[in-house]
Structures are given as C-alpha cells and as structure tokens.
C-alpha cells in the first residue's frame, strides 16, 4: 500500500469503526434499559462472551496475525494460481476444523460453563440457562471465524470498508432480537442468545459478493498437509496465546467475578464496553491497517519504511489514546449514567461500573501498544517472542487478581470487582513494555528521539484537556434528567476536545504529523 492511501484507508477503517461502536452503544443502551444488571444479565454475557472470546483468540488473534504474513508473501511473490489455491485449502480446512469445534463446543455447554462460571454452580437456576443459551451463542464463532478470514484477504486487497463494517450487523441483530424476540419468550433474554447466531450467518454472508468480486472464492478443499496451510498452523500456535493475552485475562476475571456480588459481571461488561470504544476506534484501526503493511515492508526489506510505519502508529497513541484514557477517568460515571442509567440500570450501578472503567481506562495506551508492538514480530512471522511475553503477562495478571482483589473482599471494600479490572490494565502495561524491550533488543526499533519530543510537547495540552473536563462535569448527574445529561456530556466532550486540540497547536502538534509515516 503507497504511504499516500494509508491515512485513506485508515479513515475507512475508522468511520466504519465509529459507526460499530455508535451502534454497539444503542445495543448496550437497550440491554441495560430492558434487562438491567443483575444475574440473569450475567448470565447471558457469560454465554455470549465465550465464543466471543474463542473469536478473538483464534480468528482475529491467532489466525489472522498468522495468516496475513503468508497470504501477503503469497501475493507479493508468487503467481496468481498460488495464491488461489493457498485459498482454496486454507478456507477448506478451516470450515472443517470449526465445524468440529463448534460441534464439540455444543455439546460440551455444561462443561464450558463449569470452567468459565464456576460460580454458577451454587444456582442450578443460572447454571441450566447458562448452559441453554451457550448452545444457542456457540456456532457463532462458526460463522465469524470464516468471517475473519473473509475479511483478512479483502484487507490484504485493500478492500477495508466490508470487513470493518461487518460488526454493525451483529449489533443490528442483538437490538432487533432485544425489543422485538424477547416479549416472545418464557425467558425474555434468551432472545439475544439467537439474535448472536443470526448475526453470524448474516456477517458472513455478506462478505461473499465481495470475495467474488476480487476472483478470491476458490472451491474450499481439504489441506492439512498443504505447504502454506503449515506454515500458518505453525504460526497460529504460539500466536494464540501471544496475541490474545488481553481476552485471556478477561475470562480470567470472569471466572472470579462470578463468585462476587450478582451484578459484577454486568458491571465489568459495561465498563469495558465503554473503554472498547476508543480502544476499538483506534486499535482496530490500527491493527486492521499495520499488520498488512508491515508484513509488506518484511517481504520487501524495507526496515526504514517499517520503523516509520510503527513510528506513525505510536504518535497516533500519543495524541489520540492517552487523552481518551484520561478523559474516561475524568467522565467515567457521567458517561454510564448518561449512555445506561435508565430502566433497569441504577445509579448504583453506574456507580459500581465506574469503578472498574477507572481501572480499565489507566490501560487503554497499554492495550494500544500491545496491538502495534505485537504486529511488528508477526509480520516477521515471529509467533515465539510475543508467546512467551504474552505467558509471562497472563501468569503475572492472576497472581495481580489476587494481590488486589482478596485484599479488597477482606476489607469489605463496596467494589472488589475493581481490582480485577486493575489487575488487567497492570498486566497490560507489563506485557507491551516487555514487547518494546524485545523489539529494541533485537534491533527492530527503538523510539526514536523526535517521537520522544513529540510526546514531550502533547503534555500541556493533557494537562488543559483533565481541567476542561473536571471543570465542566461538576453537575448532579444521578439527578438529573436524561436530556440534561445528553446536552451537559455533548458539551463536556466538546469544550474538552476544542481545548485539547488548542493546546497541541500551542505547543507546536500539527495534524499533519499523523497523515502518514513520515
């Protein structure tokens, strides 16, 4: 990709982005308005986020971080005919394996539940609908695995727009099923079980014009044994801890947060959705545009161009994912009571799920780091230095859950759901300075003194942005009402941003600097 469409093709990603998150807040809205925060809540996020999290680790962890580096070598060395028939035997093989996953994934429910929700064993009431809706949730990572590798090659081609809008279709389908299935069921919230497994098929069969259009739908076809097909197994073993540790430490604190207080895991869930949106917008963004990218710059011996594509990354962290973790911190009640706290959600709820998005919001440039310093080992078809980080990140986040959560429930501390929270964003920042320091090491890159001044000069105009927000939220938010909240957030966010982009052009940050790599 020239460095001209790089800032194109990250707007693409970005507005296609924003439209996911937009509506992901409109599903989240309506979960919280018709089915609260309490334990039947629970209970669903548990069914849903288990192949949801299978998704992440494997389709977008594991395999795509696998499967670009050799799909792009592919393309950039070898003929056409190759390249088909590396499709042919990839998308063959993996319908394969995911129908016996998900089969298994079926039938196996009740031990599933039993892992992830250990909690749920005391309330055979939750435990029998958990492991219902499970059943319903889990053939959709059947569907959204083929998803993402449908989507890998249309950004291999260029094609960004499909692939990063396909996630509106998932939030489109759990708000349909949320307001027009659940008055149809004996338990209400089952719907969102079904509405998921639409939206998998839906996803992924939009994507097949769009393969067909660019000559990439092959007749699938068995390839075990395929060279190619290899080659990515190889990579996506060690990757599949290495690139995912964050949703590893997730279903981490779901385990433990099912032993806590009913409501903890809702909370998690809403403060980490709220912390997602920047962390999507950008992240996403990020890690949909570089992998590629990088990977190209490695299959042409390009170094100086790879630094400068990483370089362009972290200055995007700098001006657009500190601010946003800070202005989470700032607003993080204000922002749940306004976006949730209506119907079944209560201002102790916003109260409790603020807490824990305080937590989470200190980790957010971590968390966007590891998404561009891990991308730079795959791309080099290096899965082994990331595993091994990624493993020494995950042991150190359970040894960090205890170290803050029991402390929390033995002094009776109102939210020991925080620290699990804490815990991942510590984890977090242990895993991406570790994967800096190997980078360094190995001579890959090394933060050059200009992106140091660079971040230097962003100081004052963090500084002005905290004071704006404090300054501008100081307003009885549980009291007021849901117009109030709108209009005071709309213009805190604002005044916030107007003040923020004043004091980077004062201090000498100009947009141009994040048009592309320099």
Not at 40 to 55: E, W
Not at 116 to 140: N, Q, S, V
Not at 205 to 228: E, T, Y
């Amino acid at each position: 990709m020239k460095t001209s469409n790089l800032a194109r093709s990250g707007t693409i990603v970005s507005l296609m982005t924003l439209l996911s998150r937009v509506l992901g807040f409109v599903r989240d809205q309506v979960l919280a308005i018709v089915f609260g925060a309490g334990s039947v809540t629970d209970v669903f996020l548990v069914a849903f986020k288990i192949p949801n999290f299978l998704r992440r680790l494997f389709a977008e962890g594991a395999f795509a971080q696998a499967f670009v580096p050799v799909f792009t070598e592919y393309r950039e060395t070898r003929s056409r005919a190759a390249l088909l028939d590396l499709a042919a035997h990839v998308s063959g093989t993996l319908i394969v394996i995911l129908l016996l996953v998900s089969t298994a994934g079926v039938m196996l429910s009740p031990f599933l539940i039993m892992l992830f929700a250990p909690g749920f064993l005391d309330e055979p009431g939750k435990f029998d609908l958990a492991t219902h809706m499970l059943r319903i949730t889990f053939p959709y990572l059947f569907f959204v695995s083929l998803v993402a590798y449908a989507g890998s090659m249309l950004n291999t081609f260029g094609k960004f727009a499909v692939p990063s809008f396909t996630p509106v279709l998932l939030n489109v389908c759990m708000i349909g099923a949320a307001l027009l299935l659940s008055p149809h069921f004996d338990v209400p919230i089952t719907a969102l079980a079904w509405g998921v497994f639409l939206a998998g098929a839906v996803q992924l069969a939009l994507q097949i014009p769009f393969l067909r259009q660019i000559g990439l739908l092959p007749r699938p076809r068995w390839g075990w044994k395929h060279s190619g097909v290899q080659r990515i197994l190889k990579l996506m073993a060690p990757a599949i801890l290495g690139s995912s540790v964050a949703q590893i430490n997730l279903l981490l604190d779901t385990i433990i947060a099912s032993f806590l207080t009913a409501g903890s895991l809702s909370w998690l869930y809403y403060s980490d959705r709220l912390m997602e949106f920047p962390l999507g917008l950008l992240g996403v963004t990020l890690g949909t545009i570089i992998l590629p990218r990088l990977s190209r710059e490695h299959s042409n011996a390009a170094p100086d161009q790879f630094k400068r594509t990483l370089d362009w990354a972290l200055r995007l962290v700098v001006i657009l994912g500190v601010p946003s973790a800070l202005a989470l911190m700032i607003m993080a009640e204000p922002m749940l009571l306004t976006l949730f706290g209506y119907g079944e959600f209560t201002a102790h709820d916003a109260a409790m799920a603020s807490y824990s998005l305080i937590a989470y919001s200190a980790g957010l440039p971590a968390f966007l780091l590891i998404k561009i310093f891990a991308p730079a080992f795959f791309a080099r078809q290096n899965t082994r230095t990331p595993v091994r980080i990624g493993i020494i990140a995950l042991i150190s986040n359970m040894g960090y859950n205890l170290l803050f959560v029991l402390p929390m429930i033995w002094l009776d501390f109102v939210a020991p759901h925080t620290g699990l929270a804490l815990a991942s964003s510590l984890a977090a920042w242990q895993q991406a300075l570790m994967l800096y320091r190997q980078l360094k090491a190995e001579d890959i890159y090394q933060l050059p003194p200009a992106l140091v001044s660079f971040s230097i000069r962003a100081l004052p105009a963090l500084s002005v942005l905290g004071v704006a927000l404090v300054f501008m939220t100081s307003i009885d938010w549980q009291s007021a009402s849901a117009a109030t909240r709108v209009s005071s957030l709309m213009l805190a966010l604002a005044a916030g941003g107007a003040s923020y982009l004043l004091g980077l052009l004062a201090s000498g940050v100009r947009l141009r600097h994040l048009a592309s790599p320099q």
